[in-house]
């Protein structure tokens, strides 16, 4: 669950230009993150929709408020609800944002989009593991810690641990694109994935699932997708 959004528990903010990074489709099951070329941000957040408990209109005013209270609070129009539909019981609501800053101070949560080499310097660190989109998913931490054991101690037992490309590779292309996040949900970037951290799965040629890194978790680390 995100922070600082002020809206009600249904619809908590948890994840593009409607030009540059393909198409913006509210077609989607989960949270998704589109990453535009030039940095800009559009969310579709999806949430259950109880009627007997929530008004579809008020709810709507809700999130309309709360946007507008961010705006003036921070003298800027750089968040936007650009579309909102409840079908079927699923509540629907597609945010712009203009740039990470903007979607990181909404959301009270981290995140980045630049090259590899501006990531460094803006004091973010690579010394994570890193995995092909083919090898993503397989070194899943969560399961580590219900067993008690380390990812190297899991790997040593069952050799099922996904050899990591190294850091020297991925630091070595500091022109490529990097996404840095703290929070999960699906993401589709411009371009093509080349490389995740943990509790990253690529699930396509530009689109990825982050899980497991929870905002809400009390040891959520950053999630790293490297793309050209």
């Known amino acids: 669950?995100?922070?600082?959004?002020?809206?009600?528990?249904?619809?908590?903010?948890?994840?593009?230009c409607l030009s540059g990074c393909g198409k913006v489709s509210m077609d989607v099951d989960a949270n998704t993150l589109y990453v535009d070329s030039n940095g800009k941000l559009t969310e579709v957040i999806v949430e259950d929709f109880e009627k007997d408990y929530?008004?579809?209109d008020e709810l709507k005013t809700y999130i309309d408020d709360a946007?507008?209270?961010?705006?003036?609070?921070?003298?800027?129009?750089?968040?936007?609800?650009?579309?909102?539909?409840?079908?079927?019981?699923?509540?629907?609501l597609l945010v712009e944002y203009d740039s990470c800053d903007s979607?990181?101070?909404?959301?009270?949560?981290?995140?980045?989009?630049?090259t590899v080499l501006k990531a460094q310097a803006a004091g973010y660190g690579f010394d994570v593991h890193f995995y092909t989109p083919e090898q993503s998913g397989e070194n899943d931490t969560e399961?580590?810690?219900?067993?008690?054991?380390?990812?190297?101690?899991?790997a040593e037992n069952t050799g099922s641990m996904a050899d990591s490309v190294s850091a020297d590779t991925v630091l070595g292309e500091d022109n490529n694109q990097v996404l840095i996040l703290k929070h999960?949900?699906?993401?589709?970037?411009?371009?093509?994935?080349?490389?995740?951290?943990?509790?990253?799965?690529?699930?396509?040629?530009?689109?990825?699932?982050?899980?497991?890194?929870?905002?809400?978790?009390?040891?959520?680390?950053?999630?790293?997708?490297?793309?050209?």
Do not use: W
């Not at 399961?143 to 899991?154: K, M, Q, R």
């Open 1 to 16: 669950m995100k922070k600082g959004t002020g809206l009600c528990p249904v619809f908590m903010i948890a994840a593009l």
């Open 54 to 56: 929530y008004d579809e």
């Open 143 to 154: 399961t580590d810690f219900a067993l008690g054991e380390s990812t190297e101690e899991i």
């Open 184 to 228: 999960d949900t699906n993401v589709q970037v411009k371009g093509e994935i080349l490389y995740v951290s943990e509790h990253v799965r690529v699930t396509g040629k530009n689109t990825a699932e982050v899980y497991g890194e929870g905002a809400d978790s009390t040891d959520a680390g950053l999630a790293y997708i490297i793309y050209k």
């Open 67 to 92: 946007v507008e209270s961010y705006q003036n609070e921070n003298g800027k129009s750089d968040v936007a609800v650009k579309k909102y539909e409840v079908k079927n019981q699923v509540a629907k």
């Open 103 to 114: 979607y990181a101070a909404f959301n009270e949560t981290e995140i980045y989009v630049g």
